[in-house]
């Protein structure tokens, strides 16, 4: 299957800094890449959803200027958490899509490995 | 709105038992249903689906049938291995024009001892 890497890995800052993570299809285009963060023993849940050269969208409740998002190419997209803070600790998971969808279709999404973000 | 529950682990077994994970879900619509596998360090990766009523998605040993009357989606797999444990999670899809997005479960984990 397609390839999608996440860097870093994992990442601690300091309160009120602010952290970037990137999200990369490695053998195909991504035309639609997802941002999903992940509590312990919880749900996967959909932060925002970004199609290349676009703006985000955000799922509600997503605050988007905290949460700034970036997909400049087809094979890169950014998470950018401003002024993190202690509760923005969490697992942030990245997915990315070959195709825009349309009605009847599903593509598969690749998922990432996840980035470990930890805000002393 | 849309949600998935499934049954919270950790699921331990031994080599070779019968593994069962339910899943049961609420949707507005037609959804399609999904087990995602996630191994340790790594990424999600798609182990099965099913579209409609009564199709049954396999992969690898795993199979769950769509249960459009119980709203269920169970994965089964006759004889697990040490190689099996990971953490499973169920979610659908509800397709509507323009794109397609995915409810997860909470996932469960299974260990399978040798």
């Known amino acids: 299957g397609a390839v999608v890497s996440q860097h870093p890995s994992w990442v601690i800052c300091k309160s009120g800094t602010s952290v970037k993570i990137e999200c990369r299809s490695l053998?195909?285009?991504?035309?639609?890449m997802f941002w999903y963060r992940q509590f312990p023993k919880q749900s996967l849940m959909l932060m925002a959803t970004?199609?290349?050269?676009?703006?985000?969208?955000?799922e509600q409740g997503v605050e988007k200027d905290k949460f700034l998002i970036n997909h400049a190419s087809l094979t890169l997209s950014t998470l950018t958490v401003t002024s993190a803070h202690p509760e923005d600790s969490s697992f942030y998971i990245c997915?990315?899509?070959?195709?825009?969808?349309?009605?009847?279709?599903?593509?598969?999404?690749?998922f990432g490995p996840g980035t470990r973000l930890t805000v002393l | 709105g849309n949600s998935v529950t499934q049954m919270e682990g950790p699921v331990t077994l031994s080599e070779e038992a019968f593994l069962t994970i339910n899943c049961t879900y609420t949707a507005t619509g037609y959804p399609s249903l999904f087990w995602y596998v996630q191994y340790p360090g790594e990424g999600l990766q798609l182990l099965l689906k099913?579209?409609?009523?009564?199709d049954k998605g396999s992969n690898k040993g795993f199979e769950a049938t769509y249960r459009k009357e119980t709203t269920s989606f169970h994965l089964e797999k006759g004889s697990v291995q040490v190689s099996d444990s990971a953490v499973y999670f169920c979610?659908?899809?509800?397709?509507?024009?323009?794109?397609?997005?995915?409810?997860f479960g909470k996932g469960t984990m299974l260990l399978v001892s040798p």
């Open positions: 053998d195909f285009q991504a035309t639609t």
């Open positions: 997915s990315a899509r070959q195709g825009i969808g349309g009605s009847g279709v599903y593509n598969e999404q690749f």
């Open positions: 979610a659908l899809s509800e397709i509507w024009s323009g794109y397609s997005t995915l409810t």
């Open positions: 099913a579209t409609k009523a009564d």
């Open positions: 970004s199609n290349e050269g676009s703006k985000a969208t955000y």
